[in-house]
């Protein structure tokens, strides 16, 4: 897989870890209550990267350490125990392990055996997951009209990298669709946007189509769309007044200096609205040429 679309696939996961928490940690099988989030920078472990992905506190005084991988490699574990045991030497509690594997994988090295030291993490696969059972389960419960839970939500925004008989674009088209029926808008809002972003990074630009007109039809493409009118119409605005700046600046100065040399022509063109403003404005206190220098780049 690619490198820029496995790190997205690790960014969108650990952003249901931003939005859904203690509903995402159930999710994988952690059922205790989150205390507080821990700090998850390690500034003295001298290793590759000192951040663990996620780490709470939980009531039962321990931490549960959260990774997200999308790889197998052989040095994962190595690293992982690093972060637990800098974290247990830091805080002397109980430190559990928790690797969610997506895409792929569907078995990886869960322990290590490195002397003194026995070391083993729980992996939670997500391709073990019946994604069409899970689909037909979520539209049953939709045509009912019955209220999603927090839970069923979490599954609706996995079920991409869930197994399935379907392609991805089929299951994320499928997915939004359902999404649409979420009663919480919150909740809906935050489920298309991720159901979005893996769909950017894992679907054709041919099928890319298929997903936008579905996804047009949201609450949040309509949202996404006007959005994008107001800022486009801003920044034609920002543009066109640019423009008439450049033109202004030079007319002046040359009615004020004779012609301009190209070369500040250039820099003008090139100038930002400030200092162009800053030109305007200035016009009449202008003794020679070379005053406007220091406002150019």
Same mark, same amino acid.
């Given at each position: 897989?690619?490198t ?11 952003s ?6 203690e509903d995402a ?5 952690v ?6 989030s821990?700090? =998850? ?5 001298? %290793? &590759?990267t000192a951040?663990m992905?996620?780490t709470?506190?939980l009531?039962? !005084? +321990?931490?549960v ?11 994962d574990l190595?690293?992982?125990?690093a ?6 030497y830091k805080?002397n509690?109980?430190?559990n ?15 290590i ?9 729980k ?8 994604g069409?059972?899970?689909?037909d ?6 045509y ?10 979490l ?13 991805? =674009? ?5 997915? %939004? &669709? ?6 919480d808008?919150?909740a809906?809002? !935050? +489920?298309?946007?991720?159901?979005y972003a ?6 054709s ?15 949040l493409?309509k ?13 034609g ?5 640019k423009?008439e700046?450049i033109r202004t ?10 012609i301009?040399p190209?070369?500040i ?12 403003e800053?030109?305007?404005?200035g ?13 150019l780049?």
């Amino acid at each position: 897989m690619d490198t820029k679309i496995r790190n997205t696939e690790d960014a969108i996961m650990k952003s249901v870890m931003d939005v859904f928490r203690e509903d995402a940690l159930k999710f994988f099988g952690v059922k205790a209550k989150i205390v507080s989030s821990a700090r =998850t920078e390690l500034k003295n472990l001298q %290793i &590759t990267t000192a951040f663990m992905d996620y780490t709470f506190l939980l009531d039962d !005084n +321990s931490f549960v350490h959260l990774e997200f991988q999308t790889t197998d490699k052989k040095d994962d574990l190595s690293r992982f125990l690093a972060y637990d045991a800098a974290l247990h030497y830091k805080e002397n509690k109980n430190v559990n392990t928790i690797v969610v594997y997506s895409s792929d994988i569907k078995k990886a090295v869960t322990s290590i055996n490195i002397g003194s030291i026995k070391y083993s993490v729980k992996a939670f696969y997500m391709n073990s997951i019946d994604g069409d059972k899970k689909l037909d389960y979520l539209r049953n419960k939709i045509y009912n009209n019955e209220i999603l839970t927090k839970q069923d939500i979490l599954t609706l925004v996995f079920l991409p990298i869930m197994s399935s008989t379907k392609n991805k =674009t089929d299951r994320i088209v499928d997915a %939004i &669709t359902l999404s649409k029926s979420i009663k919480d808008k919150e909740a809906e809002s !935050n +489920s298309l946007a991720l159901l979005y972003a893996f769909a950017e990074k894992f679907v054709s630009k041919e099928n890319m189509n298929k997903i936008k007109e579905v996804f047009r039809m949201t609450e949040l493409g309509k949202l996404l769309k006007q959005e994008g009118i107001e800022e486009g119409r801003k920044q034609g605005i920002e543009e066109g007044r640019k423009e008439e700046l450049i033109r202004t600046s030079i007319k002046l100065l040359t009615k004020k200096f004779g012609i301009l040399p190209d070369d500040i022509k250039n820099k003008i063109e090139n100038s930002d609205t400030t200092a162009l403003e800053i030109i305007v404005d200035g016009i009449l206190d202008f003794e020679k040429l070379e005053d406007i220098f220091k406002y150019l780049k």
